[in-house]
């Protein structure tokens, strides 16, 4: 049931043009302006949306820079869940995180 629902969200983000693949989610300094510009790239100054970024790893420097922008959350694929994605209104998530959220619940599925 939990896949079904995550499936199911991934798919209006996906329909709705709300949700964002980067390859290799990371900054190179913790500094809030770095992580704006990542935001600003995929969804525009003007837009300034709830995001939710999704990353395959709890990179440190991505967690620091992003803790000071309002409205902008991110997660590691592991905790991944159907309450945080519709919490927000745009989805910024890494390669590499689909590929583990690919493999957790193709392992899951029985």
């Given at each position: 049931m939990k896949r079904a629902a995550?499936?199911?969200?991934?798919?209006?983000?996906?329909r709705k043009g709300n949700l964002k693949v980067i390859d290799g989610l990371k900054v190179l300094e913790p500094k809030t302006r770095e992580a704006q510009k990542i935001?600003?790239?995929?969804?525009?100054a003007s837009k300034k949306p709830s995001v939710l970024l999704v990353s395959a790893t709890n990179e440190k420097n991505l967690l620091r820079a992003l803790r000071n922008i309002p409205k902008?959350?991110?997660?590691?694929?592991?905790?991944?869940?159907?309450?945080n994605l519709t919490q927000h209104k745009?989805?910024?998530i890494d390669k590499e995180a689909i590929m583990?959220?690919?493999k957790y619940y193709k392992s899951n599925a029985n």
């Open positions: 995550l499936a199911s969200t991934l798919s209006e983000y996906v935001i600003v790239n995929f969804f525009g902008t959350d991110i997660i590691s694929s592991a905790s991944l869940n159907t309450y745009a989805v910024l583990e959220i690919t």
